[in-house]
């Protein structure tokens, strides 16, 4: 490429639940594309980073911060911009995805996911929107969603989780609409169903019926998700904004 419009080069990218899964090798792609890193997780992801540095040659760091709790986030920018000097993309991907049906759920059980995957990433996206405002500057935020936020997985049960998905995709749009005329760009991805952590626990005839139903005739891997983040990070989308990208082998289409 003459110009590469996909480059993160110069870019600091603050990643959220990259301690592991989707966050973890999303944050690889980032580095991959040029981009420095700052993790964010529950978890101590200190070896994380230095892996990502040895890797990709960026530089890369670590910070345990709770994404639900306003005051912990608003520290963990100061920090990271305080660390690596500026900051650029955020990947607002933290979440929980218990199944529990509805009729089961106890208000607290309902809270605490839309705690983590609703309010924790509308407070990531305002800190650090006001973070880029008050330098004068445009940026790019990604919110990992979900295609739960789309359609009703079966056959397990997980309303809170659906309902908290489909909030995040118009967030999205809706703060994207926002902040439109401040240059900073705001974009989803809704993954379908991805071979990590978070569903390693799941009972196998569950799995097996979720892959009979996808037209891949597979699930997806967190690699499969890095190219539409570097995208949307990158120069290659600066005309797209309140867009979801929707990642899923098809099963969504049919
Ligand atoms: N795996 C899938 O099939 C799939 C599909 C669609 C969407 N997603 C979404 O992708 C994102 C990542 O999922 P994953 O499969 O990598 O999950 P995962 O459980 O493997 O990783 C999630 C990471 O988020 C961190 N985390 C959880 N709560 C946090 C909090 N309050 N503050 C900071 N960090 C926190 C965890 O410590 C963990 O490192 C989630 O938002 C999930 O809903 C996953």
Avoid at 136 to 156: C, E, F, H, R, Y
Avoid at 186 to 196: L, M, Q, W
Avoid at 220 to 227: K, M
Avoid at 234 to 241: I, L, Q
Wanted: contains cysteine; proline residues 3%; charged residues 20%.
């Amino acid at each position: 490429m003459k110009n590469d419009i996909f480059s993160l080069k110069g870019k600091v990218a603050v990643i959220t639940g990259g301690y592991r899964g989707i966050g973890k090798s999303v944050a690889k792609s980032l580095a991959d594309a040029g981009a420095d890193i700052v993790i964010w997780d529950l978890m101590d992801a200190t070896e994380v980073a230095k892996e990502i540095s040895d890797e990709f040659g960026v530089r890369a760091t670590a910070l345990v911060c709770d994404v639900t709790s306003p005051e912990a986030v608003e520290k963990a920018v100061a920090d990271s911009a305080a660390a690596m000097g500026t900051l650029d993309i955020l990947f607002n991907n933290a979440g929980i995805g218990p199944h529990t049906p509805a009729l089961e759920l106890t208000p607290a059980d309902w809270q605490k996911v839309m705690n983590v995957n609703l309010n924790g990433v509308f407070y990531v996206a305002v800190t650090f929107a006001k973070y880029l405002i008050a330098q004068n500057k445009g940026g790019s935020i990604i919110n990992t969603a979900s295609m739960s936020g789309l359609i009703v997985n079966i056959p397990q049960s997980h309303t809170h989780y659906n309902s908290s998905k489909a909030a995040v995709i118009h967030m999205t749009k809706s703060l994207a609409v926002e902040w439109a005329a401040k240059g900073i760009r705001v974009n989803s991805i809704s993954p379908g169903y991805i071979a990590t952590d978070m569903i390693k626990e799941v009972r196998q005839d569950w799995k097996d019926a979720w892959v009979s139903k996808i037209p891949f005739g597979r699930m997806g891997t967190p690699e499969e998700l890095g190219g539409a983040v570097i995208y949307l990070a990158s120069d290659a989308s600066t005309y797209t904004s309140g867009s979801n990208i929707v990642i899923d082998g098809c099963y969504t289409v049919v």
